[in-house]
């Protein structure tokens, strides 16, 4: 049974600092890609940062470049996503996902989702 499940986010003030986690279950293993993405109320959902299954690849989102870095530990089967110099418009909730594909996975269409968590920045 797949699951991918988030952290607790969380509030903060602009300019701090966050830290997602999402572990992840089942048949999801190193040979898929891991990626964040977040969908503010109003707004389309947003591919955040990207990463390959041995974590050597990132991709991110040019809002957050410079400001965000995703790892992941396959030996615990955990993805992050360190935050930091948040912002307002980083307000949104947050999606870890899964998909053996890359570019599946940059298109959105991944094959599985966690539940999301909400990250308010004031």
């Known amino acids: 049974h797949v699951q991918l499940v988030e952290s607790a986010g969380g509030s903060v003030q602009a300019g701090g600092s966050l830290r997602l986690s999402c572990v992840v279950s089942?048949?999801?293993?190193?040979?898929?890609?891991l990626a964040w993405f977040r969908q503010a109320p109003g707004k389309e959902r947003e591919g955040v940062a990207f990463?390959?299954?041995?974590?050597?690849?990132?991709s991110y989102a040019d809002s957050v470049k410079g400001r965000f870095t995703v790892s992941r530990d396959n030996a615990k089967r955990t993805l992050y996503l360190q935050m930091n110099s948040l912002k307002p418009e980083d307000t949104a909730m947050y999606y870890c996902?899964?998909?053996?594909?890359?570019?599946?996975?940059?298109?959105?269409?991944?094959?599985?989702w966690g539940q999301g968590t909400q990250v308010t920045v004031s």
């Open positions: 996902a899964a998909d053996r594909v890359w570019l599946s996975l940059l298109r959105g269409k991944a094959n599985f």
């Open positions: 089942g048949a999801i293993d190193s040979s898929y890609c």
């Open positions: 990463i390959s299954g041995d974590g050597t690849t990132t």
